[in-house]
């Protein structure tokens, strides 16, 4: 095998599979990309055995040919070098590579050893999203998903292709977060849930894409794939049912809030210091005179009260929240102002926003012993 190429593509190249690299394997070529020239494309892949990645870069190929290189080393070196045409040349697995300056030999290992990866096919059916309204839906859901290996549909996003819209949703048993997006497709209904980890890296990748982003669903392989511009990412779907989660959100509202999002998230983040590993909870009191106060005690260290006016209407209620849901809701959910619902101190809390249209969120509160 034999090849040339421009550093800035081989690098960006190289930063897009290896999100597919897993931390640790049982397999150690798992730790490798896969380099393959093919015709006028370099063809670069990674896989966890759950969710591969391949991108393909313009080269000028001399002669085709696979072979595997250690991922990490790898992309250390060409991320290093200076912008340049890098030539790389392979000899009985062991890769030369040179540029203006510098000339590098790295072990690589028998493509042969390498996992088969998933065919895609770009001619299958896709649906059409925007990449940027996806990647910011992916964002406000994905955080809400949880990471108990044991309960797999709480480690995913339920994606559901609805007539003119598609919709996203997560949750880890205590909050959730629901976000429908408009499309324009005429793409069969469907439902899937795949990996949140994995959803968060196809909004990172694509999120700048000039082309649309295509997700298609292969019911055959179990599969969801996610294309764009030269880029395929595929995952497997996660088996089982999503949560029927539509009747705990609030409908029997007896307190509403509309309040300053900066204002309570330095709030909440003040309060947070004073809460402990043994006593993580923040109380909340809503006032129908207009003032929110958010305190937290922790007998080691002390006591603090913050407050925050806003427009209430209802009873009186005082609420215990996990600070952590709390703070994750408001960096995750860029917003002016917020919308709180409750119907009592011990339902589930609904949370919305004049600015994210047909979006919502649900934090259980706290029990109090």
Do not use: W
């Amino acid at each position: 095998m034999k090849f040339s190429c421009l550093q800035e593509n081989l690098n960006k190249g190289i930063q897009i599979v290896t999100r597919a690299i897993p931390t640790k394997s049982a397999l150690p070529i798992l730790s490798n990309i896969l380099i393959s020239a093919e015709k006028n494309t370099l063809k670069l892949a990674a896989t966890n055995m759950e969710t591969t990645i391949i991108t393909h870069i313009g080269a000028s190929i001399e002669s085709e040919g696979s072979i595997t290189v250690p991922a990490k080393i790898f992309k250390d070196f060409v991320s290093n070098l200076s912008p340049s045409t890098v030539n790389v040349q392979v000899t009985n697995d062991v890769i030369h590579v040179s540029s203006e300056k510098t000339k590098t030999k790295f072990n690589g290992t028998n493509a042969q050893d390498y996992p088969d990866l998933p065919e895609i096919d770009k001619e299958m059916n896709y649906l059409e999203l925007d990449p940027k309204e996806f990647a910011n839906a992916v964002s406000m859901v994905s955080f809400a998903s949880g990471n108990d290996e044991s309960r797999p549909m709480f480690t995913g996003v339920l994606i559901k292709n609805l007539k003119e819209s598609i919709l996203l949703a997560s949750s880890d048993g205590f909050r959730l977060s629901e976000k429908t997006l408009k499309t324009n497709n005429e793409y069969p209904e469907f439902t899937i849930v795949v990996p949140a980890k994995t959803l968060i890296e196809v909004a990172k990748i694509f999120s700048n894409s000039e082309e649309p982003l295509r997700l298609g669903v292969n019911e055959n392989e179990n599969q969801a794939v996610f294309y764009s511009e030269s880029t395929f990412i595929s995952t497997r779907i996660l088996e089982g049912e999503f949560p029927e989660y539509k009747k705990i959100i609030p409908v029997d509202i007896v307190l509403s809030v509309d309040l300053p999002s900066v204002e309570f998230s330095e709030a909440v983040k003040l309060s947070n210091i004073f809460t402990s590993d043994n006593d993580s909870a923040l109380r909340i009191k809503f006032d129908p005179d207009g003032v929110i106060k958010i305190a937290s005690v922790a007998a080691e260290t002390g006591e603090h009260e913050s407050s925050v006016t806003g427009d209430v209407e209802g009873e009186t209620l005082e609420i215990t929240f996990n600070p952590k849901y709390l703070l994750d809701y408001l960096n995750n959910v860029k917003t002016e102002r917020i919308k709180f619902f409750a119907k009592t101190n011990t339902s589930p809390c609904l949370f919305k926003s004049d600015e994210h249209e047909n979006f919502i969120h649900i934090i259980m509160p706290i029990m109090k012993a």
